[in-house]
């Protein structure tokens, strides 16, 4: 079975953001870019079922700039085998980036889809269920435990509840949460070896999918801030300011 | 305007999460339909019928839609969204599993987690676990839009809408409830609690956490956890609070050995006060709280729940 790994740049986890001063967006330039942490733990899903032998193929696929042949060169460090970037720039909407993989998804006919939830960069929590919907797949979203058996894909959902176990009809799109697995790091021989594998460009013009936005970004603004208030040295204090200042106990 | 609000339930009873749906439907215009779809759900579309604004509920009640699956719920939203001007569901897992599914078939590009609206097509939102806030205008004939919840107030009780059937969930065959294992608590639900008492990785284990619980009990609160503690096993993964987990604005959080992590903070920082009790006085968790306390938890907790008695009114 192929499995396709859908996997996007976003600014590093641990980057504080800032807003640009124009208000137009947040600042891009020289910040420092990575794999998105929900990505990688798609990517590592993937690599254990073809190290398993559930799997005899992993495609990582991109959708973006060009520098987002770094981030795909990652996904093929962890371990897989080859990669696609539909190069596009800016990052277009999740509808769009979902009509995308669709493309490839026809193309390459894999049996698994498996991406993160969520971007870190917009949160939007759509792609993964977009794709599935396009393609009229099963979806299993914010999944932390999978499992195949036969032509049923098993899994465990994190839901606001507690946990959610859904038997899914093959071929699948699954959507990770941060508990499916621990992401491998890629090791200095396996970077080197990322540089030689196949990394196929394509375009949406090519695929014939309109990425236009149907989104206006007017502004983007820092939220409002919150200062720090005051130090309590004591339980009692505490007690009499939630009690008698702020009156919330 | 006329908007559809998705209802989420248990086919007995209404989430609280349509209720904050339902108002921020309400600053949209006054034609609100609730949709109730599952299996045997009178009883949840009789309690939408008591919501005040709401015109009319529509009911599904099909053994397909009993679980709320994706696969099943996505026609039935998309055969009724011609009537609407917006598609409203809440930024839950529910609501986030199931809406990006109908606005994909329905090719409108859905706007995710909106804390307010400006506009009938204007709406702002929150990026960057918080970090930012994007102000997105929708070009879609349609909207479909998940709400967070914390940011609308609950609507209140004392409508009598009329119920309605309606019929359009499929049986689509592609996947199958298999069960759940939800956390059972006598205490308030995390999202619409009034105190959250929360811990982090200096809990150091289970058993400790048991400290927070009886704190917790003591102000009649939730508990909650960053994502260290749940990663480490000291709780489920339901207890998680921050940009990938629940998004929650209590009253007063009590953030108890939590670092505060812009992750964790995401999830939290819109909570009217802010307590932080952590004994690395550099915690950032300091830099957002109201009231910060350095003190080892280990003391300060038993010390806490010494005080709350004392001072018992």
């Not at chain 2, 205008?137 to 119920?163: C, M, Q, Y």
Request: some cysteine; glycine content about 8%; overall charge negative.
């Amino acid at each position: 079975m192929k499995v396709l790994v859908p996997i996007k740049r976003v600014i590093d986890a641990n980057i504080k953001v800032r807003v640009k001063a124009d208000n137009s967006g947040v600042e891009l330039n020289n910040v420092k870019m990575a794999m998105n942490p929900f990505c990688e733990i798609a990517v590592e899903e993937a690599i254990r079922m073809r190290e398993s032998g559930t799997a005899d193929e992993v495609i990582v696929v991109a959708v973006g700039p060009s520098q987002s042949q770094e981030t795909l060169r990652t996904g093929l460090a962890m371990g897989a085998d080859r990669a696609i970037l539909i190069e596009t720039d800016p990052i277009p909407e999740p509808l769009a980036i979902a009509k995308l993989l669709k493309a490839v998804a026809e193309k390459e006919d894999p049996g698994m889809i498996i991406l993160g939830k969520q971007a870190i960069d917009g949160d939007n929590n759509q792609t993964g269920q977009m794709l599935a919907g396009l393609l009229n797949w099963s979806i299993g979203s914010f999944v932390s435990k999978l499992s195949i058996e036969g032509s049923t894909v098993k899994v465990t959902r994190e839901v606001d509840g507690g946990l959610e176990n859904i038997d899914l009809a093959a071929p699948a799109v699954i959507t990770v949460d941060l508990r499916l697995n621990e992401p491998r790091y890629a090791s200095l021989p396996n970077i080197m070896k990322a540089k030689k594998k196949p990394l196929d460009t394509h375009t949406p013009e090519e695929l014939g999918i309109d990425v236009s936005p149907r989104l206006e970004v007017l502004r983007v603004l820092e939220p409002p801030g919150r200062a720090a208030g005051v130090r309590v040295e004591s339980a009692d204090e505490l007690v009499e300011k939630l009690r008698n200042e702020a009156k919330v106990i | 305007m006329s908007i559809l609000v998705i209802g989420e339930h248990d086919n007995t009873a209404l989430r609280p999460s349509t209720l904050n749906v339902v108002t921020a439907a309400k600053a949209l215009g006054s034609d609100i339909d609730v949709l109730i779809a599952g299996s045997d759900c009178q009883g949840a579309a009789d309690e939408a019928a008591t919501i005040a604004g709401v015109a009319r509920v529509l009911k599904a009640d099909d053994a397909a839609l009993s679980d709320g699956l994706a696969e099943n719920m996505a026609p039935l939203v998309q055969s009724l969204a011609g009537n609407y001007s917006h598609v409203l569901a809440p930024a839950t897992t529910y609501g986030k599993n199931l809406l990006p599914r109908a606005a994909a078939i329905l090719d409108v590009q859905q706007i995710s987690d909106i804390s307010g609206i400006e506009s009938e097509d204007t709406f702002v939102r929150p990026i960057y676990a918080g970090n930012a806030m994007a102000t997105v205008r929708s070009n879609d004939a349609l909207k479909l839009i998940t709400v967070r919840t914390t940011s609308f107030e609950a609507a209140e009780f004392g409508g009598a809408a009329p119920v309605e059937d309606v019929s359009g969930g499929i049986d689509a065959q592609l996947s199958t409830f298999a069960g759940e294992e939800l956390t059972r608590s006598e205490r308030p639900e995390l999202t619409t609690a009034d105190i959250i008492v929360s811990g982090g990785r200096g809990m150091q284990s289970s058993e400790n956490f048991a400290m927070l619980e009886t704190l917790a009990d003591k102000l009649g609160a939730a508990v909650g956890a960053s994502r260290a503690a749940v990663d480490a096993g000291y709780v489920p993964n339901d207890y998680q609070v921050g940009q990938t987990g629940k998004v929650v604005a209590p009253n007063v959080y009590i953030a108890v050995g939590i670092s505060g992590a812009i992750q964790h903070l995401a999830g939290m920082k819109d909570s009217k006060i802010i307590v932080a009790i952590n004994k690395d006085e550099e915690a950032p968790i300091f830099q957002v709280a109201d009231y910060g306390w350095v003190a080892d938890l280990f003391e300060a907790i038993p010390q806490l729940e010494a005080a709350l008695g004392a001072n018992a009114s």
